[in-house]
């Protein structure tokens, strides 16, 4: 589906972001392996997220859905049981790669794990092989594609450094671990996302961080009844790209996630000299239950470039084309270095953003690992491939707004995975 972004005077109002998609992923799973039943408040509803639902459920997990609440009850941490045929984990890359987690320790049982065309050229390798190491077996598609074979089995604790930060494969491991005969250690080169490490600390497990490494204790069940899914930062990012990019703009948006392990994009944007107040939470080396929120509000203003330097990454992950798109209208040149990672997301990103913007007048250039842009005050406009993939998709959308002409969205309807009413959510600020 192809969809048209004009130009906007001004946008103007109150927008609060659909639920947060890593969070909800991490409650339907945990809410899954729970002995008691868990109620999961303000759970996604989108396609990533609705995967995890049937994930769950053909697992043996029995899920009721009231509007925005859903419980689960669970089948307990040993219990899952063996689906007829294999699990359809859609376009979720984080489904994908936590659930084999669980999965390994179910002795006895085996499981296949398939998706769509872009979920099959995903890695899993770097799942594998640390399950491996645990003592499951894993077979993939020529050993790094889906469809992949989970076969259950006694685990063993390990340490295991991750050579790229990876919070869906440290989360993998860490779930591995909360089966595994003793303590499962997992190291990371940068910090990435830790809602599984607080999730898991509200439900009783013991979880330490000491610096880069995080460390989980076998449990014997998780005891939690109760999560609240706060607003996605990552959905919100559209909508302060836009607020900041479009003239005339102030927008406030209500109840987002500002856990620090996300909201890099936001000190990325400060520092660009973008507007966008808050109350952002301090970074902070003891690990805390809470996912914090914060209303932000947005404003207009003029844009200096910048460097994003490979530490930032993991934190401003999924939010790295905005960087590239606020880069269009900054003075001077915005540069994303340690970005490899990208190449392997829902579509090649940093391909889909260099030919994405330079098709609507950017000078940017695409390197090994990232991409620079050169400041020219504006974006012409014209048309945008999202190439299957939300994230470009919705940052079409907004370069449509602040831009020239205008821009065509070829494949709109990509957005869904994390954001169903994301256009109808940008119009509706439009003034
Ligand atoms: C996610 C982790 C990130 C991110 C993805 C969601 C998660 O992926 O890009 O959208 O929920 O753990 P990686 O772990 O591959 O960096």
Not at 2 to 28: C, Q, T, V
Not at 334 to 341: D, I, K, L, M, Q
Not at 392 to 406: D, K, P, Y
């Amino acid at each position: 589906m192809n969809e048209r972004f004009d130009p906007a005077h001004a946008l103007r109002g109150e927008l609060r972001p659909p639920a947060d998609k890593s969070i909800s992923h991490r409650a339907a799973l945990l809410g899954a392996m729970a002995s008691e039943p868990v109620r999961i408040e303000g759970y996604l509803h989108a396609a990533d997220t609705t995967s995890t639902l049937e994930a769950v459920r053909a697992l043996g997990a029995l899920v009721e859905v009231h509007g925005e609440e859903v419980v689960v009850r669970g089948t307990g941490l040993r219990e899952a049981r063996e689906p007829d045929g294999p699990i359809d984990v859609g376009n979720a890359g984080t489904l994908l790669r936590l659930l084999p987690g669980w999965l390994a320790s179910q002795e006895g049982r085996s499981f296949t794990l398939d998706g769509d065309e872009s979920i099959r050229r995903r890695p899993v390798d770097r799942i594998a092989e640390p399950l491996r190491q645990m003592g499951a077996e894993i077979e993939a598609r020529e050993g790094r594609f889906a469809p992949l074979r989970v076969s259950g089995a006694r685990l063993r604790a390990i340490s295991y450094e991750l050579p790229v930060a990876s919070a869906q494969v440290k989360s993998c491991v860490l779930l591995a671990g909360l089966t595994a005969d003793g303590a499962t250690t997992v190291g990371e080169p940068e910090r990435s996302r830790d809602h599984t490490e607080r999730m898991l600390l509200r439900a009783g497990v013991q979880v330490q961080r000491n610096g880069r490494h995080v460390t989980v204790v076998n449990a014997d069940e998780l005891l939690i009844d109760r999560i609240r899914v706060p607003g996605d930062p990552s959905s919100a990012a559209f909508m302060i790209a836009a607020g900041v990019l479009v003239p005339r703009s102030r927008l406030l948006l209500r109840d987002v996630g500002v856990n620090w392990t996300r909201t890099g994009f936001l000190r990325i944007v400060r520092r660009m000299r973008g507007i966008v107040l808050g109350d952002l939470e301090q970074e902070s080396p003891e690990l805390v239950e809470d996912e914090p929120v914060s209303d932000l509000d947005v404003a207009h203003g003029a844009l200096e470039g910048t460097v994003v330097e490979p530490v930032e990454v993991p934190g401003a992950i999924d939010e790295l084309p905005l960087v590239g798109l606020l880069g269009c209208f900054a003075e001077g040149e915005t540069v994303v270095r340690g970005a490899r990672e990208l190449r392997v997301k829902e579509s090649d990103r940093i391909a889909g953003v260099v030919d994405g913007l330079r098709g609507l007048g950017a000078e940017i250039e695409a390197t090994d690992d990232g991409f620079v842009v050169r400041g020219t005050g504006g974006l012409r406009g014209g048309r945008l491939d999202a190439r299957g993939d939300h994230r470009l998709a919705m940052m079409g959308a907004v370069a449509g707004l602040a831009s020239r002409e205008g821009v065509e969205v070829v494949g709109m309807e990509a957005a869904a995975v994390s954001y169903p009413g994301f256009a109808d959510d940008l119009r509706s600020v439009i003034a």
